[in-house]
């Protein structure tokens, strides 16, 4: 495994990771989530390169009050908290502030699933191998949440992957899942901007034209299948 592996951008970064999730190609009982909005440019790139469906799954970082860049804890859709309570109690964060900043990030959740999905459902995850994508791992919070979200969902085995992450988030998340995948672990880490020449941010634009492309790909590739078993039969 490479450890000091720079990506040229998040398609590029998904391509290489598709090699490493070959095992699952056109599993009908895989799937890849990706975690909006710089993983679902990386799990699109999986998708086309493995054939499988691509879904996203909401999460949001909880900002350390007075610090927001800093993680103390994520929620997911589905009402799922996790919280470092570690950094809530060394930086004296009081109930009401994380109450605060629950209610905050739960009201973007709602947000981007009405701006990305619309009418489209959740999809189901039970029985199924959920491949949970983000364009790297820092703290982890945001991915353990996503964690607890698919296996409270029913999924039936959770896999996570990324390009980059930090060598103890990926040792924590590892020992949650079924299985992790990670291209790339630098001792020293920092920001998972690092590790990508192009880290632009994604917009919410690009990540309902991606999502977009999938979903009408997939229509096409389940009425194709129908209609050639279709012929068999006939």
Known sequence: ??????????????KLLALALAPYAGRADALVLALPRGGVPVGFAITRAL????????????????HEEFAMGAIASGRIRVLNMATIRAHR???????????????EIVRRERQYRGARAEPDLAGQTAILVDDGLATGATMCAAVRAARARSAAQVVVAVPAGAPDSCATLAAQVD???CLSQPADFGAVSRWYRDFGQTSDEEVQDLLAIAWRDQVR????????SERRQS
């Open 93 to 107: 964060v009081g109930r009401e502030q994380i109450d605060a900043a629950c209610a905050r990030e739960e009201r």
């Open 51 to 66: 054939g499988l469906a691509l879904d996203v799954l909401l999460v949001r970082k909880l900002g350390l009050p007075g």
């Open 1 to 14: 495994m490479a450890t000091d592996r720079q990506f040229k951008n998040r398609m590029h970064a998904g």
């Open 221 to 228: 590739a389940h009425l194709s299948s129908t209609n050639a």
């Open 179 to 181: 299985q992790l995948v």
